[in-house]
């Protein structure tokens, strides 16, 4: 993938404007990159609105997708996670934890080398399926599990 | 002032793994406060990684990442020396930007 | 900490507990899970964020007296020098005439050297859940601790001075009051012991020992700070229902002279990562 998702999503005329501003200094690369939140996508308060956001209403499930993660969250407040895609030309990865309040957690596009390989650590409110959606050749691929979120001892 | 952001990025084979720590509040805007006023959203939006001038990695992200987040991503094609470039910019226009090399 | 939220840190640890017998028994073993992820959590660990401010306050010059501390502190290994310093603190200081852990060694440089109130620092010496910063104590303890990353513990047991506060806070560990009339040794002081999902070290051991002062400072996850041994040595008071000590109190100091004199010879991973 060559162009980047403020190319693809603002479409000719926006980008145009937007590059003369860059070009001028008035805006820094990574501020209109903000502008390009997918509001829509982010604040869905259920899987299907946030699906839907990205585009992924038609994904399939993948044995090639890996998503690591613990079966049991040693704390809700940072549970790991890894995403490896092995489809070819993976363009894009996304997260999600199905029982938080806004389930979308990231999407990261891929671009100049970049393996379909990443790993966050995520808020879970309690014990939820974990999602990612990778996105390759214009389709869309997943694959889910389970953690458990625990409460913990009391010290550490 | 946004905090300075820590960031690796090591040669490994063919494959370049940069890991980065970003110092941020993230708060998910559900939160309240010891008063029981609701501590409003304050959190990271886009991030970017590029490497050698190149835009490698460009994400989007919400309030369920973890505080002080941390992400790993990998590349091929890059050499030691390369520059690595990462920023951010959250829901409320503060941004930060940093650098380091390809050991 | 306030008294509201301990007192629902309280009771939500009642509550738990008897939840998490029944899901200890279902997963075949939690512990085993943790520690696959737990050196990834540490590989990357956002204690790393707090040191760098540390390293800036340890080298700006700062206070009434605007001197930096790694041109006035001496933590035992010469002047500024942070390597191998935490691992060989507590140790007795000449200057100050008293046995100091690391974070009262730098709390008297702070006082003394760069003219800071000590009322000022004691007023908010620990970070709070979810506060944005943690103090600057804070992060100086952070810092200096990661001078001995990979480094051995060697507490000068053969002090005197040392040797005497190891005994007093083998004591202190060893007192029976409060509500509950408990010690630290009612659930550190011997082996086989857990809260909820947690393993409790029996402090006594070598091996106990290293885990109750390994990976302090540690960055938290609950609330995501960065707190200290102090914190830790006060909040252990707290739960046992005792009053808690003063900020940078000989007690503590005491504790971990044992503690970390128990600990001789295990290796100091660094700033940690806790749950």
Same mark, same amino acid.
Request: proline share 4%; with cysteine; aromatic share 6%.
């Given at each position: 993938?060559?162009?980047?998702?403020?190319?693809?999503?603002?479409?000719?005329?926006?980008?145009?404007?937007?590059? /003369?501003?860059?070009?001028?200094?008035?805006?820094?690369?990574?501020?209109?990159?903000?502008?390009?939140?997918?509001?829509?996508?982010?604040?869905?308060?259920?899987?299907?609105?946030?699906?839907?956001?990205?585009?992924?209403?038609?994904?399939?499930?993948?044995?090639?997708?890996?998503?690591?993660?613990?079966?049991?969250?040693?704390?809700?407040?940072?549970?790991?996670?890894?995403?490896?895609?092995?489809?070819?030309?993976?363009?894009?990865?996304?997260?999600?934890?199905?029982?938080?309040?806004?389930?979308?957690?990231?999407?990261?596009?891929?671009?100049?080398?970049?393996?379909?390989?990443?790993?966050?650590?995520?808020?879970?409110?309690?014990?939820?399926?974990?999602?990612?959606?990778?996105?390759?050749?214009?389709?869309?691929?997943?694959?889910?599990?389970?953690?458990?979120?625990?409460?913990?001892?009391? /010290?550490? | 002032?946004?905090?300075?952001?820590?960031?690796?990025?090591?040669?490994?084979?063919?494959?370049?793994?940069?890991?980065?720590?970003?110092?941020?509040?993230?708060?998910?805007?559900?939160?309240?406060?010891?008063?029981?006023?609701?501590?409003?959203?304050? %959190?990271?939006?886009?991030?970017?990684?590029?490497?050698?001038?190149?835009?490698?990695?460009?994400?989007?992200?919400?309030?369920? &990442?973890?505080? =002080?987040?941390? %992400?790993? %991503?990998?590349?091929?094609?890059?050499? &030691?020396?390369?520059?690595?470039?990462?920023?951010?910019?959250? =829901?409320?226009?503060?941004?930060?930007?940093?650098?380091? &090399?390809?050991? | 900490?306030?008294?509201?939220?301990?007192?629902?840190?309280?009771?939500?640890?009642?509550?738990?507990?008897?939840?998490?017998?029944?899901? +200890?028994?279902?997963?075949?073993?939690?512990?085993?899970?943790? !520690?696959?992820?737990?050196? !990834?959590?540490?590989?990357?660990?956002?204690?790393?964020?707090? !040191?760098?401010?540390?390293?800036?306050?340890?080298?700006?010059?700062?206070?009434?007296?605007?001197?930096?501390?790694?041109?006035?502190?001496?933590?035992?290994?010469?002047?500024?020098?942070?390597?191998?310093?935490?691992?060989?603190?507590?140790? @007795?200081?000449?200057?100050?005439?008293?046995?100091?852990?690391? !974070?009262?060694?730098?709390?008297?440089?702070?006082?003394?050297?760069?003219?800071?109130?000590?009322?000022?620092?004691?007023?908010?010496?620990?970070?709070?859940?979810?506060?944005?910063?943690?103090?600057?104590?804070?992060?100086?303890?952070?810092?200096? +601790?990661?001078?001995?990353?990979?480094?051995?513990?060697?507490?000068?047991?053969?002090?005197?001075?040392?040797?005497?506060?190891?005994?007093?806070?083998?004591?202190?560990?060893?007192?029976?009051?409060?509500?509950?009339?408990?010690?630290?040794?009612?659930?550190?002081?011997?082996?086989?012991?857990?809260?909820?999902?947690?393993?409790?070290?029996?402090?006594?051991?070598?091996?106990?020992?290293?885990?109750?002062?390994?990976?302090?400072?540690?960055?938290?996850?609950?609330?995501?700070?960065?707190?200290?041994?102090?914190?830790?040595?006060?909040?252990?008071?707290?739960?046992? #229902?005792?009053?808690?000590?003063? @900020?940078?109190?000989?007690?503590?100091?005491?504790?971990?002279?044992?503690?970390?004199?128990?600990?001789?010879?295990?290796? @100091?991973?660094?700033?940690?990562?806790? #749950?």
């Amino acid at each position: 993938m060559n162009t980047t998702r403020r190319t693809v999503l603002k479409g000719a005329t926006a980008s145009g404007v937007l590059a /003369g501003l860059i070009a001028a200094g008035a805006l820094r690369p990574t501020l209109v990159l903000a502008a390009d939140w997918n509001k829509a996508a982010f604040e869905a308060k259920d899987t299907a609105g946030a699906l839907k956001g990205i585009g992924a209403t038609a994904a399939s499930e993948s044995k090639d997708l890996m998503l690591k993660v613990p079966d049991i969250a040693e704390n809700g407040a940072v549970v790991p996670v890894d995403v490896v895609s092995n489809i070819p030309n993976t363009s894009s990865i996304s997260i999600l934890v199905e029982k938080n309040p806004q389930p979308l957690c990231a999407q990261f596009d891929f671009a100049n080398g970049a393996v379909a390989d990443v790993s966050a650590r995520l808020k879970m409110g309690q014990t939820s399926l974990v999602k990612a959606v990778a996105k390759a050749d214009g389709k869309f691929y997943t694959a889910q599990k389970e953690v458990k979120v625990t409460v913990g001892g009391c /010290g550490g | 002032m946004a905090d300075p952001m820590k960031i690796r990025a090591q040669l490994k084979g063919d494959v370049t793994e940069i890991r980065v720590l970003m110092g941020h509040a993230m708060e998910t805007g559900q939160r309240k406060d010891a008063a029981g006023a609701t501590v409003p959203a304050h %959190f990271i939006q886009s991030m970017t990684v590029d490497v050698g001038g190149k835009r490698v990695v460009d994400g989007q992200i919400g309030t369920s &990442v973890s505080r =002080n987040p941390v %992400f790993g %991503f990998k590349m091929k094609g890059a050499k &030691v020396g390369d520059k690595v470039v990462v920023s951010w910019v959250d =829901n409320k226009g503060d941004k930060r930007s940093d650098e380091a &090399v390809v050991a | 900490m306030n008294i509201a939220s301990s007192g629902l840190r309280l009771l939500s640890c009642t509550a738990a507990l008897a939840l998490s017998l029944s899901a +200890a028994a279902q997963a075949k073993d939690p512990n085993a899970e943790f !520690e696959k992820f737990r050196a !990834e959590m540490e590989e990357s660990n956002p204690a790393e964020l707090f !040191e760098i401010k540390g390293e800036e306050l340890w080298k700006a010059r700062r206070g009434p007296k605007n001197v930096s501390l790694a041109e006035s502190c001496d933590l035992g290994q010469g002047m500024g020098k942070v390597e191998a310093a935490y691992v060989k603190m507590p140790r @007795y200081f000449a200057d100050a005439d008293a046995v100091m852990d690391a !974070e009262r060694r730098i709390v008297w440089c702070m006082v003394e050297k760069q003219g800071f109130k000590f009322d000022d620092i004691a007023k908010k010496p620990f970070q709070g859940g979810n506060d944005n910063n943690a103090p600057e104590i804070t992060n100086l303890v952070t810092y200096v +601790a990661s001078g001995s990353r990979n480094m051995k513990f060697d507490i000068p047991l053969g002090d005197p001075k040392v040797r005497d506060a190891f005994e007093t806070g083998k004591a202190t560990a060893a007192y029976r009051a409060g509500p509950y009339d408990f010690s630290c040794n009612t659930c550190h002081g011997v082996d086989g012991k857990r809260i909820r999902m947690q393993n409790l070290p029996n402090l006594a051991t070598p091996e106990g020992a290293i885990k109750g002062v390994q990976g302090w400072p540690g960055y938290r996850m609950t609330g995501g700070v960065m707190l200290t041994s102090q914190w830790r040595m006060n909040d252990c008071f707290r739960q046992q #229902r005792f009053p808690e000590p003063k @900020y940078a109190s000989q007690a503590v100091t005491n504790l971990l002279t044992y503690m970390s004199g128990n600990s001789n010879g295990q290796i @100091y991973k660094g700033p940690g990562i806790k #749950r």
